[in-house]
């Protein structure tokens, strides 16, 4: 009674949304012993995809949405069906399948081109098809991209921080001495989140370079041998201050709680929690909480590192992001590397880009990444930063990106001057 009432729920949106193409499809899972690809291809002349599960099965059941979209988004291109193999039973030997799901490509013609068993995600399924010589194209959609800056950054470059673009606070810059250039950072958490993203860096060599500004006289002094008042703001996030004089330091803990350390204190707190994909420091109150098959736990840097720990690890995740606007909570199931779930379905990603010095769009970095819940609040988002360039992808796209690199690269990901 329930299926049947379904089917017919179905068929009366099939019939309001796309006529009588549609209706023709739907018809199909429901005679799906009698529907022969030949047959149902002959009449429609599209290539078809086939999804052999059962509506109990766990795998099965995270291909229902993914079949659905799959379904709306190619309508008039591509048919998409589902046979239950437990409420039908002679399909699966029709078909000659004995893992479930397995998803069958059939040409227009009806000959099988490909079959695959298992999860097998949208961005995979689009792939194949692809490979498969099967050109299909997205509906028109009104995704943003941004290729100029609406307006330029108009900051002195000594005010803004080399590594996150935020502000510089004078009283708590920081600069690394290079060779023939300085850089400056916002303060000393900036200078650590630089120094984790160095190719084998020579420690010592590395922190000589680095000077930061005294709390009291305002005086660059050098990183190692300041005292650092290490406190907590109203939001729980950590807050350095530098000082040349213990004694200043100490009077300061007075009016500000915290812990007077030393730079070798400061160093082992700051490089406490990594990125699980790029390596980078990071505060766990700023980074994306990552589950790894159920029960370890790691964190990203950002929205789009947290998809690449199921790339570095080769492992099942669960992303936990917040809106990179409103904080709202975005969940991602990726499973053999595709999205499986994604909650709430409406969530977007913004990839930040800009062109390098060969006018080729690479990666903005992790501090120019995030996950909306909504199209409408990265709008908002981006509102506010006008100078930002880059485009807005799927959740899925992200991870694919992601999965596609090589160890080598991941390797090199995210370290300075190999954003990707
Ligand atoms: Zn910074
Ligand atoms: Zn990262």
Redesign the pocket.
Known sequence: MKTSLRILIVMALAVAVFAAVTLKKSKSPANSDKASPIQSASVEKLPRLLDLGADKCVPCKLMAPILEGLKKEFAGQLTVEFIDVWRNAGAAKQYGVEVIPTQIFYDAAGKELFRHAGFFGKEDILAQWKELGVQLASQPSARIVRERPLAPDSRPRDSVCFLCDGDVNPKTKTVVKGQNEQRILCGPHCYFIYYSSLVNPDRKAEEAKASVTDWASGNLIAATTATYLYGIDATGRATIQAFADQDAALRAQQSNPGNVVTFDVLRAKELATR?G????A?YPEDACNVTVEGATRTC???TH?AL?VAARLRKDIEVEARDAFSGEIIRVKALNGSVASLEPPTAIAWFGQKKDDDGKWVSAG?FKQGFFVSEANLRKWLKARPAMTGRQITIAQALADKMKLSPEQIAK??KLGECR
Not at 277 to 280: A, I, L, P, Q, S
């Open positions: 990125c994909f790029c390596d980078r990071v990203g840097c950002c590192c690449g992790c990901a995210c």
